[in-house]
């Protein structure tokens, strides 16, 4: 963020700053995951898109969201016990952890190449392949890493070890390399296949399994200098095999593919049918529990061997368009083919309404918490009267595209759409008249800032105007040639327009004249929304979420922690709003959206605190057993104390933490002169 806000200081030199966007849908989040792995039968980690990492400590029941330090995407992950693991990702990104993943830290990779796959035969010798032939080595636990010559350009995708020396790495083209000594180099195997290969593991010293594009599957035997091909039953491609045992395996790939064998690849049973999304990795605990993960964040166990499988990943993934909120607790979104979402709890938990309908939906609103509209494609317009419990479809007057709608007040709303369509309703929705706009430039959205005073936007820089209730409108001059997507008014006088190519529009007389605004950006706004004259906010395509203290004189840029387009934005209070946007994303904010500043904790640490993530109880020990009294006290993440304790001459602190809810806290420690700071992790299950 261009502006730091300082929401809390609790003295200490380094310092992290973070957004304070969260996920509500799909939960636990909505990024691709690319790699799964577990240290045990409980405790087990995912890593995908935008640096995301999760862990479980209940066997996938509940995940939480972890920080990466990074947000380039990873792609693969590997841990040599409970506490010490690496992921590596795009842009040469290694990192790793020391404490289970609460924290991680940079590896000097010495590449910017896209790494694929990471692999340890060691505590301390591990190896990483990437694009351009790219193979790393390290033999101290990843503070080194010395680049192997592979002797080929391919992309490697995955690596694997049958032995201590002997390795396999597979990639584009079909390649397989092979080593017996990695200071003798890698030798290519003769081609099995010309289709991609994305995953190679070897259960034992002598049988390989090798899977790829086009739903190939190889395997090699003790003795085989080739690797022969298996029927597999599948063109999907495969992204990632792994077996339990020589004869009992899985593999996964897109379009929800999954395969399994019990008797070495000789046959491959079809355990599809559960996602239509595509699935990265899969990652056995036991003897019949397995995990999947794949795009959009899915998350699947099976406790059967493959048999059922069950989603612990939940939340829709479709497209949202429009989030509208009623009060405080009662809200709204829709989106494609139909879907519209409620939450009577801020957003804690969103229920599928049933609409009837297949039509995208563009826009909704709601006058009560029970009365409201949504609009779409094809001239869709739905009206509700009892929150959503039942939905009428009125027969429209167009078959248009519709794309916004507002309620001037409890009964009289407009819709704007394509090719300047606009429509009035004076009984809530139950029928509409259409009204001349007199433009054919597609209207995208409109406002009302009174009961006949009114505005519409839409393509090449059109903005409208009505003071008569829509029985005229107007065009005004805003000086922009660009398609303008969303306008909001916070007073009768004060105005705002976004648009693409980063174009915001301001009027300070009721929109007779408007005056540009620098955004910052060349990004497409999308959707516009002030809390007051001065406080406001524009989220755009690229997951960016601006906002302005002063009017929009200046606006700070803020990653929410997504890069996924966002299409609208609304607010309840001045620190509570949601954003809704592709792929199923809802965030939400509870402190306005600023980023909010924390402590980094020192390398060389006093106190250890566990367990992290917690429920009830926490214990923090004293490793240097001084004698001072101590102050530990917890604060939320908006810098609101919630607990303080006292100490004295003690070296291990137990604290109630049964009272907190779920959510990220800062643990503050005060003994002497020492003073560290600590994220704690609330989950109860």
Not at 485 to 501: H, K, L, Q
Not at 601 to 629: G, H, L, Q, W
């Amino acid at each position: 963020m261009k502006k730091i806000f300082l929401l809390i200081y609790l003295s200490l030199v380094s310092i992290t700053a973070y957004s304070q966007w969260t996920w509500q849908n799909p939960l636990p989040q909505g990024h691709s995951l690319y790699s799964i792995y577990f240290t045990d039968s409980n405790t087990g980690f995912a890593a995908g898109d935008y640096g995301t990492i999760l862990k479980t400590t209940n066997g996938g029941s509940s995940w939480t969201i972890l920080k990466s330090g990074t947000i380039d995407p990873l792609n693969s992950m590997c841990f040599t016990d409970a506490n010490t693991g690496y992921a590596v990702g795009w842009n040469g990104t290694i990192i790793k952890t020391i404490n289970g993943g609460i924290s991680w830290s940079a590896l000097p990779a010495g590449t910017s190449a896209c790494l694929s796959a990471v692999y340890f035969t060691t505590s301390n010798i591990g190896y990483v392949v990437g694009e351009h032939g790219t193979i790393l080595r390290t033999a101290n636990g990843g503070e080194n890493w010395t680049e192997l010559s592979s002797g080929t350009s391919a992309w490697l995708h995955s690596i694997c070890f049958a032995g201590a020396d002997t390795g396999y790495a597979v990639g584009e083209g079909g390649i397989i390399l092979k080593t017996l000594n990695v200071d003798s180099g890698w030798i290519k195997l003769q081609r099995a296949t010309a289709y991609g290969l994305n995953s190679v593991v070897f259960p034992n010293h002598t049988t390989g399994y090798a899977v790829g594009d086009y739903g190939i599957i190889l395997k090699t035997l003790p003795g085989d200098t080739t690797w022969r091909t298996l029927p597999g039953g599948t063109e999907n491609t495969l992204t990632q095999v792994c077996f339990t045992d020589v004869n009992t395996g899985y593999a996964v790939g897109w379009n929800g593919t999954i395969l399994k064998t019990t008797n070495g690849g000789l046959n491959w049973i079809d355990l599809s049918g559960v996602t239509i999304h595509d699935l990265s990795s899969v990652y056995v605990t036991g003897v019949n529990t397995a995990h999947i993960v794949g795009k959009y964040g899915v998350i699947f166990q099976s406790l059967d061997g493959g048999i059922a499988w069950t989603a612990l990943s939940r939340g829709t993934t479709a497209y949202l368009s429009s989030v509208y909120f009623p009060d405080a607790h009662t809200g709204y979104v829709a989106g494609q083919d139909g879907i519209i979402l409620k939450t009577d709890d801020g957003g804690t938990r969103w229920d599928m309404l049933q609409t009837g309908i297949n039509d995208d939906l563009t826009s909704v609103f709601f006058t009560n918490v029970n009365s409201g509209c949504a609009v779409g494609w094809n001239g869709s317009i739905l009206i509700t009267n009892n929150g959503g419990a039942s939905w009428t479809k009125i027969k429209g007057i167009t078959s248009d595209p519709l794309y916004s709608v507002f309620f001037a007040d409890d009964i009289t709303a407009y819709a704007v759409g394509w090719n300047g369509t606009i429509i009035k309703t004076i009984n809530g929705g139950t029928s509409w008249t259409a009204q001349s706009s007199g433009t054919t430039n597609d209207l995208s959205s409109v406002y009302f800032t009174g009961s006949n005073t009114g505005f519409a936007v839409g393509k090449s820089g059109t903005i409208l105007q009505t003071i008569d209730g829509g029985k005229n409108w107007v065009a005004l001059p805003g000086g922009s040639d660009n398609y303008l997507t969303s306008v909001f008014f916070a007073d009768p006088n004060t105005g705002y327009i976004a648009g693409e190519r980063g174009t915001i529009l301001k009027t300070i007389n009721g929109g007779l004249s408007w005056s540009w605004l620098s955004s910052g950006t060349l990004n497409q706004l999308r959707s516009v929304y002030f809390i007051d004259a001065n406080t406001g906010y524009i989220v755009d395509d690229c997951g960016i979420i601006l906002k302005t203290t002063n009017g929009g004189d200046t606006w700070d840029e803020s990653e929410c922690g997504t890069p996924y387009y966002l299409s609208s934005i609304f607010f309840t209070d001045a620190n509570t709003g949601y954003a809704v946007g592709m792929h199923g994303t809802i965030l939400k904010t509870t402190n306005g959206g600023d980023v909010f500043i924390k402590e980094t904790e020192s390398p060389k640490t006093t106190f250890t605190m566990y367990p992290n993530p917690a429920s009830t109880v926490i214990s923090i020990k004293n490793n240097r057993k001084m004698r001072d009294e101590t102050l530990i006290s917890i604060f939320d993440i908006a810098g609101k104390q919630q607990m303080q304790y006292t100490f004295r001459a003690q070296y291990l602190f137990e604290l109630d933490v049964s009272g907190l809810t779920n959510g990220i806290y800062l643990v503050k420690i005060e003994s002497g002169t020492e003073i560290e700071v600590k994220e704690l992790i609330i989950q109860k299950y």
